[in-house]
Protein backbone atom coordinates (compact mmCIF):
# COMPACT_ATOMS: atom_id res chain seq x y z
CA UNK A 1 0.00 0.00 0.00
CA UNK A 2 1.23 3.46 -0.21
CA UNK A 3 1.81 4.25 2.99
CA UNK A 4 3.54 7.56 4.29
CA UNK A 5 5.39 8.37 6.98
CA UNK A 6 6.09 12.13 7.83
CA UNK A 7 8.87 13.11 10.59
CA UNK A 8 8.95 14.82 12.40
CA UNK A 9 5.84 13.50 14.35
CA UNK A 10 5.86 16.94 16.32
CA UNK A 11 8.41 20.04 15.58
CA UNK A 12 8.39 22.92 18.38
CA UNK A 13 9.70 25.94 17.49
CA UNK A 14 9.99 29.73 17.89
CA UNK A 15 8.19 32.46 15.57
CA UNK A 16 10.48 33.43 12.98
CA UNK A 17 12.24 30.09 12.64
CA UNK A 18 12.00 27.89 9.86
CA UNK A 19 10.23 24.86 10.26
CA UNK A 20 10.84 21.76 7.73
CA UNK A 21 8.30 18.63 7.85
CA UNK A 22 9.67 15.36 5.44
CA UNK A 23 7.41 13.23 4.13
CA UNK A 24 7.84 9.50 2.58
CA UNK A 25 6.16 7.20 0.00
CA UNK A 26 6.77 3.71 -0.97
CA UNK A 27 4.79 3.41 -4.23
CA UNK A 28 4.61 5.60 -7.71
CA UNK A 29 2.79 8.85 -7.34
CA UNK A 30 0.87 10.99 -9.89
CA UNK A 31 1.30 13.77 -7.27
CA UNK A 32 1.79 15.13 -3.71
CA UNK A 33 0.14 17.34 -1.40
CA UNK A 34 0.24 19.14 1.67
CA UNK A 35 -2.63 19.34 4.03
CA UNK A 36 -2.80 21.83 7.14
CA UNK A 37 -5.59 20.63 10.15
CA UNK A 38 -6.11 23.04 12.70
CA UNK A 39 -7.38 21.71 16.11
CA UNK A 40 -10.82 20.83 15.42
CA UNK A 41 -11.33 21.35 11.87
CA UNK A 42 -11.04 20.11 8.39
CA UNK A 43 -8.37 20.03 6.47
CA UNK A 44 -6.85 22.36 3.90
CA UNK A 45 -4.80 22.13 1.05
CA UNK A 46 -1.72 23.85 0.77
CA UNK A 47 0.45 23.11 -1.95
CA UNK A 48 0.06 20.42 -5.09
CA UNK A 49 3.62 19.03 -6.47
CA UNK A 50 3.27 16.80 -9.32
CA UNK A 51 5.56 13.92 -9.95
CA UNK A 52 7.72 15.77 -12.70
CA UNK A 53 8.43 18.86 -10.60
CA UNK A 54 11.09 19.22 -7.97
CA UNK A 55 10.04 22.12 -6.27
CA UNK A 56 7.49 24.55 -5.90
CA UNK A 57 6.62 27.63 -3.59
CA UNK A 58 3.20 29.17 -2.19
CA UNK A 59 4.29 32.52 -0.35
CA UNK A 60 6.06 31.44 2.88
CA UNK A 61 5.76 27.57 1.48
CA UNK A 62 8.11 25.38 -0.62
CA UNK A 63 8.15 21.88 -1.44
CA UNK A 64 10.48 19.66 -3.01
CA UNK A 65 9.99 16.12 -4.30
CA UNK A 66 12.39 13.74 -5.04
CA UNK A 67 10.80 10.84 -6.76
CA UNK A 68 13.78 9.00 -7.03
CA UNK A 69 14.19 8.72 -3.20
CA UNK A 70 10.33 8.55 -2.50
CA UNK A 71 10.22 11.54 -0.52
CA UNK A 72 8.91 14.98 -0.22
CA UNK A 73 9.86 18.28 2.64
CA UNK A 74 7.81 21.15 3.27
CA UNK A 75 9.68 24.08 4.66
CA UNK A 76 7.69 27.10 6.30
CA UNK A 77 9.64 29.96 6.39
CA UNK A 78 9.63 32.79 8.68
CA UNK A 79 7.02 31.14 11.29
CA UNK A 80 4.02 32.41 12.58
CA UNK A 81 2.39 31.14 16.04
CA UNK A 82 -1.14 31.00 13.28
CA UNK A 83 1.03 28.47 11.46
CA UNK A 84 0.44 25.85 14.66
CA UNK A 85 -1.32 23.17 13.20
CA UNK A 86 -0.55 19.44 12.19
CA UNK A 87 0.73 19.64 8.78
CA UNK A 88 -0.07 16.25 6.40
CA UNK A 89 1.17 14.76 3.47
CA UNK A 90 -1.10 13.32 0.98
CA UNK A 91 -0.29 10.95 -2.28
CA UNK A 92 -2.54 10.70 -5.19
CA UNK A 93 -2.42 7.71 -7.14
CA UNK A 94 -5.73 7.23 -9.35
CA UNK A 95 -7.90 9.44 -7.53
CA UNK A 96 -7.78 8.57 -3.50
CA UNK A 97 -5.57 10.57 -1.18
CA UNK A 98 -3.48 8.48 0.61
CA UNK A 99 -2.36 10.50 3.89
CA UNK A 100 0.65 10.62 6.31
CA UNK A 101 0.45 10.19 10.10
CA UNK A 102 1.43 14.34 9.99
CA UNK A 103 3.49 16.53 11.74
CA UNK A 104 2.60 18.40 14.91
CA UNK A 105 4.10 21.99 14.65
CA UNK A 106 3.88 23.80 17.73
CA UNK A 107 4.81 27.91 16.80
CA UNK A 108 5.92 30.00 20.19
CA UNK A 109 5.30 33.49 20.06
CA UNK B 1 -14.08 31.39 -1.55
CA UNK B 2 -16.78 28.05 -2.16
CA UNK B 3 -16.77 25.60 0.55
CA UNK B 4 -17.81 22.66 1.55
CA UNK B 5 -20.15 22.25 3.98
CA UNK B 6 -21.18 19.05 6.60
CA UNK B 7 -24.27 18.89 9.07
CA UNK B 8 -24.54 18.26 12.10
CA UNK B 9 -20.87 18.59 13.45
CA UNK B 10 -21.03 16.65 16.15
CA UNK B 11 -23.39 13.37 16.33
CA UNK B 12 -23.88 11.41 18.94
CA UNK B 13 -25.79 7.75 18.74
CA UNK B 14 -26.64 4.60 20.26
CA UNK B 15 -24.77 1.66 19.03
CA UNK B 16 -26.88 -0.68 16.28
CA UNK B 17 -28.52 2.84 15.28
CA UNK B 18 -28.52 3.99 11.61
CA UNK B 19 -26.98 7.42 11.58
CA UNK B 20 -26.49 9.72 7.87
CA UNK B 21 -23.73 11.94 7.19
CA UNK B 22 -24.63 15.07 5.29
CA UNK B 23 -22.62 17.09 2.61
CA UNK B 24 -22.96 19.87 0.62
CA UNK B 25 -20.37 20.22 -1.90
CA UNK B 26 -18.85 22.84 -3.97
CA UNK B 27 -21.29 23.77 -6.62
CA UNK B 28 -18.90 23.03 -9.53
CA UNK B 29 -17.14 19.41 -8.45
CA UNK B 30 -18.19 16.73 -9.90
CA UNK B 31 -15.63 14.09 -7.47
CA UNK B 32 -16.64 13.56 -4.11
CA UNK B 33 -15.30 11.73 -0.93
CA UNK B 34 -15.87 10.32 2.44
CA UNK B 35 -12.58 10.18 4.45
CA UNK B 36 -12.54 9.43 8.23
CA UNK B 37 -10.17 9.91 11.22
CA UNK B 38 -10.23 8.01 14.42
CA UNK B 39 -9.09 10.11 17.09
CA UNK B 40 -5.62 10.53 17.00
CA UNK B 41 -5.03 8.32 13.80
CA UNK B 42 -4.38 9.05 9.87
CA UNK B 43 -7.02 10.38 7.70
CA UNK B 44 -8.18 7.64 5.80
CA UNK B 45 -10.02 7.26 2.64
CA UNK B 46 -13.41 5.36 2.57
CA UNK B 47 -14.81 6.30 -0.86
CA UNK B 48 -15.53 8.35 -3.64
CA UNK B 49 -17.97 9.04 -5.94
CA UNK B 50 -18.44 10.43 -9.48
CA UNK B 51 -21.39 10.58 -12.03
CA UNK B 52 -23.55 8.84 -9.49
CA UNK B 53 -21.51 5.88 -8.87
CA UNK B 54 -19.02 4.71 -6.77
CA UNK B 55 -15.52 4.87 -8.25
CA UNK B 56 -13.29 3.52 -5.65
CA UNK B 57 -13.98 2.25 -2.36
CA UNK B 58 -11.76 1.29 0.22
CA UNK B 59 -11.77 -2.22 2.35
CA UNK B 60 -13.30 0.17 5.21
CA UNK B 61 -16.07 0.82 3.45
CA UNK B 62 -17.96 -2.50 3.46
CA UNK B 63 -21.80 -3.42 3.41
CA UNK B 64 -22.48 -1.40 6.41
CA UNK B 65 -21.85 1.80 4.46
CA UNK B 66 -23.70 3.69 1.56
CA UNK B 67 -23.27 7.04 -0.35
CA UNK B 68 -26.11 8.96 -1.71
CA UNK B 69 -26.31 12.05 -3.84
CA UNK B 70 -30.46 12.54 -3.64
CA UNK B 71 -30.30 15.63 -4.74
CA UNK B 72 -27.94 18.66 -7.43
CA UNK B 73 -26.47 19.31 -4.06
CA UNK B 74 -26.04 17.11 -1.11
CA UNK B 75 -24.07 14.00 -1.02
CA UNK B 76 -24.33 11.44 2.25
CA UNK B 77 -22.80 8.96 3.81
CA UNK B 78 -25.49 6.44 5.84
CA UNK B 79 -23.75 3.76 8.40
CA UNK B 80 -26.00 0.89 8.89
CA UNK B 81 -26.07 -0.80 12.69
CA UNK B 82 -23.19 1.50 14.16
CA UNK B 83 -20.42 -0.09 16.36
CA UNK B 84 -18.20 1.57 18.67
CA UNK B 85 -15.56 1.40 16.67
CA UNK B 86 -17.13 3.66 14.21
CA UNK B 87 -17.09 6.75 16.38
CA UNK B 88 -14.49 8.82 14.15
CA UNK B 89 -14.10 12.04 12.72
CA UNK B 90 -15.97 11.89 9.16
CA UNK B 91 -14.77 14.62 6.30
CA UNK B 92 -16.17 14.77 2.85
CA UNK B 93 -14.69 15.90 0.17
CA UNK B 94 -14.98 17.31 -3.32
CA UNK B 95 -13.06 18.23 -6.13
CA UNK B 96 -13.55 19.32 -9.91
CA UNK B 97 -11.26 16.48 -11.66
CA UNK B 98 -9.54 12.98 -10.46
CA UNK B 99 -6.72 12.94 -9.03
CA UNK B 100 -5.07 16.25 -11.05
CA UNK B 101 -6.46 18.87 -8.55
CA UNK B 102 -6.40 19.38 -4.34
CA UNK B 103 -9.67 18.12 -2.64
CA UNK B 104 -11.45 20.61 -0.72
CA UNK B 105 -11.99 19.35 2.69
CA UNK B 106 -15.34 20.27 4.87
CA UNK B 107 -14.97 20.54 8.77
CA UNK B 108 -16.41 17.39 9.24
CA UNK B 109 -18.70 15.59 11.36
CA UNK B 110 -17.30 14.11 15.00
CA UNK B 111 -19.52 10.46 15.33
CA UNK B 112 -19.93 9.44 18.82
CA UNK B 113 -20.95 5.74 19.11
CA UNK B 114 -22.50 4.88 22.65
Known amino acids: SQQGEEDPQALSIQEGENATMNCSYK?????LQWYRQNSGRGLVHLILIRSNEREKHSGRLRVTLDTSKKSSSLLITASRAADTASYFCAFSGYSTLTFGKGTMLLVSP | EPEVTQTPSHQVTQMGQEVILRCVPISNHLYFYWYRQILGQKVEFLVSFYNNEISEKSEIFDDQFSVERPDGSNFTLKIRSTKLEDSAMYFCASSDSRGEQPQHFGDGTRLSIL
Open chain 1, 27 to 31: TSINN
